[in-house]
């Protein structure tokens, strides 16, 4: 696309050096800068784009985006919000493949992932070509890329949307995160539906207080957003935006909504329960264990109907969904234990896949579970005592330290173990912690190993390492037995 054509599409202050050049690519990471690119510069978290703006133009890059003018002899768009411009022009650059598909938003602090799986399996089920986007990845036409951000930036955001355009997808299913929102990522996407799932405590290490991360979220059902809104009215933010949101659809089990569910029953291997759909009434099992997922299943059915599929249809796509990787999984059992790993990274998401758990478990409920180094430091003693409070017993490790040291962040969780409880034990090494547990277990016993569910690395000093915990697992439980079947056989 030629630089003039894309100046047309796009709000900019000024254009310095203009030349008519030829935009082939564009992007913001200075070390993936390719010849033809389109350069974009802002400030963003610890780094400004417009100091690596030279090495772009060094690797290829044709032209910037800048929110200053800058030394460099080029083609520059200047602009008051480098961010918002980058959306905008990945938007025109691409065609517009946003405007070709029925994209619904999934935001809330816990349950966006299985909730965006249960919505795709349903769309599956009623042959509808779907893609999802979000925290494990992006699936679409036999496609998988691995996971990087929740809510990917613009440029290759839209990128991945013109493929799908491409690969014949009617329906997209993403997790809108609240940074994603604050940084205007999604901004120009008009959603077909957005769906809020929950509000409790996360990401105060950005937002400082939980008013500004409430704002950050509520961008999702500003006006001409989305077209309809599916809330939680159970949750006292999602029933304040419905006083200032139109066509809202709710679903709740506490207070009245246009989606219930009675006759719940519940187990380890999941749950059944009559659904009131709009007044439509249906038997659904769900192979995921706790209420939690009775909710996010009810967001997902509730999204369906409004966008025209049937009951059974809806039902179909929730009982054909056997599991969404590391979301309260169980992933082994030993010696009548049974262990599970969750992505619980929260107070309220720790909170509820305990208590699912503790519902069931004949024996002792021990918990393993760290929390983030570089992040919301007040949740971590919030989640020690909740831990201490439910669980039997809590081995306290590692989890994603980053730049911190991991026993300062493990002390401060144990400040709302101590007054609790002395079950604990502390062990930094979180595959050492999950072995220690393990040898902890006998029948009736349950595991519950919480924070990365099916992450993949540990990051430990700006380094991802290796690591995911169901392997740690199975390897343990691998080494375990070929060594009692080797002293046997000797």
């Not at 101590?418 to 034990?425: A, E, K, L, S």
Request: hydrophobic share 40%; glycine share 8%; net charge negative.
């Amino acid at each position: 696309m030629l630089l003039g054509n894309l100046l047309k599409e796009i709000t900019y202050e000024s254009v310095k050096n203009y030349m008519d050049v030829e935009i082939e690519g564009i992007g913001a990471d200075s070390k993936h800068a390719m010849s033809g690119d389109l350069f974009f510069c802002f400030k963003g978290g610890e780094h400004d784009g417009h100091d690596f703006a030279a090495e772009a133009v060094g690797a290829g890059a044709v032209a910037l985006v800048t929110e200053r003018e800058l030394p460099i002899p080029v083609p520059q768009i200047l602009v008051k919000d480098g961010r918002g411009a980058a959306t905008q022009i990945a938007a025109a650059f691409y065609g517009h493949p946003e405007k070709k598909m029925k994209i619904i938003g999934i935001t809330g602090t816990n349950g966006k992932t299985t909730t965006a799986h249960m919505l795709a399996s349903i769309l599956a089920a009623a042959g509808k070509v779907c893609g999802n986007i979000g925290t494990l990845g992006i699936y679409y036409a036999n496609k998988e890329i691995s996971p990087d951000l929740t809510t990917p930036d613009p440029s290759f955001l839209y990128r991945v949307f013109a493929d799908m355009v491409q690969s014949g997808v009617e329906y997209v299913v993403m997790e809108v995160s609240a940074h994603a929102l604050y940084f205007g990522k999604v901004d120009g996407i008009a959603f077909e539906i957005g769906v809020y799932t929950n509000f409790t405590e996360d990401h105060l290490d950005f937002f400082k207080t939980m008013e500004r991360y409430a704002e950050a979220k509520a961008r999702l059902f500003t006006e001409n957003r989305c077209k309809k809104a599916v809330l939680n009215f159970d949750d006292a933010e999602c029933l304040r935006l419905a006083s200032i949101c139109e066509n809202v659809s709710s679903y709740a089990l506490e207070n009245p909504a246009d989606v219930f569910a009675v006759d719940i029953r519940e187990n380890f291997e999941g749950c059944r329960y009559v659904i009131n759909l709009f007044d439509e009434l249906y038997d659904i099992r769900l192979n995921m264990a706790g209420i939690h997922n009775v909710y996010n299943s009810m967001a997902a059915a509730a999204c369906a109907k409004l966008l025209g599929i049937g009951l059974p249809s809806i039902a179909e796509g929730l009982s054909s969904l056997h599991r969404v990787s590391g979301r309260l999984e169980r992933v082994a059992g030993v010696n009548g234990a049974d262990i599970f790993v969750d992505f619980a990274h929260t107070p309220d998401g720790l909170e509820k896949s305990l208590t699912a758990l503790k519902r069931h478990c004949k024996g002792r409920l021990i918990c393993v579970f760290g929390c983030g180094g570089n992040r919301d430091e007040l949740k971590r003693p919030i989640m020690g005592g909740i831990s201490a409070r439910l669980a039997d017993f809590s081995v306290l490790t590692s989890d994603n330290p980053r730049y911190e040291d991991p026993f300062d962040i493990i002390e401060q969780i144990e400040k709302g173990v101590r007054p609790v409880t002395d079950n604990y034990v502390i062990v930094v090494d979180r595959e050492c912690a999950i072995e220690y547990a393990m040898d902890m277990l006998k029948k009736g016993d349950v595991l519950l190993i919480a924070g990365k569910g099916g992450e993949e690395y540990q990051e430990i000093m700006g380094v991802k390492h290796i690591y995911s915990d169901e392997a740690a697992v199975k390897n343990f439980l691998h080494s375990k037995f070929s060594e009692k079947d080797s002293k046997h056989e000797s």
